[in-house]
Nanobody
Framework: QVQLEESGGGLVQPGGSLRLSCAASGLPFSGFAMGWYRQAPGKERTLVATITRAGGTINYADSVKGRFTISTDNAKNTVYLQMNSLKPEDTAVYYC??????????????WGKGTLVTVSS
């Protein structure tokens, strides 16, 4: 059974930092692209950052470039999102995502349950 378990959310003041973690189990971590998405109240879920294992390609939403960093620990099957210089508009539920990059999982998507990040003074 595939599980993506996020942790690390919470309340932080503007300008502060948080590190989110997503531990993956039940899937071949090396065969998946990993990512973080977020959904603010009343808005659609949007991409924050993605990282592919094969080519090491990393992508960020323009709104987080220079402030957020995505990384993986392959030994722990874990993907991280380091968030610095947080702004109130970063407030959202953050979801971990895994997308299969090769057979038999090609195109298959998995989601975590999300972790809430609130940026407020």
């Amino acid at each position: 059974q595939v599980q993506l378990e996020e942790s690390g959310g919470g309340l932080v003041q503007p300008g502060g930092s948080l590190r989110l973690s997503c531990a993956a189990s039940g899937l071949p971590f090396s065969g998946f692209a990993m990512g973080w998405y977020r959904q603010a109240p009343g808005k659609e879920r949007t991409l924050v950052a993605t990282i592919t294992r094969a080519g090491g390609t990393i992508n960020y939403a323009d709104s987080v470039k220079g402030r957020f960093t995505i990384s993986t620990d392959n030994a722990k099957n874990t993907v991280y999102l380091q968030m610095n210089s947080l702004k109130p508009e970063d407030t959202a539920v953050y979801y971990c995502n895994a997308v299969g990059m090769r057979a038999p999982y090609y195109g298959v998507k998995y989601w975590g349950k999300g972790t809430l990040v609130t940026v407020s003074s």
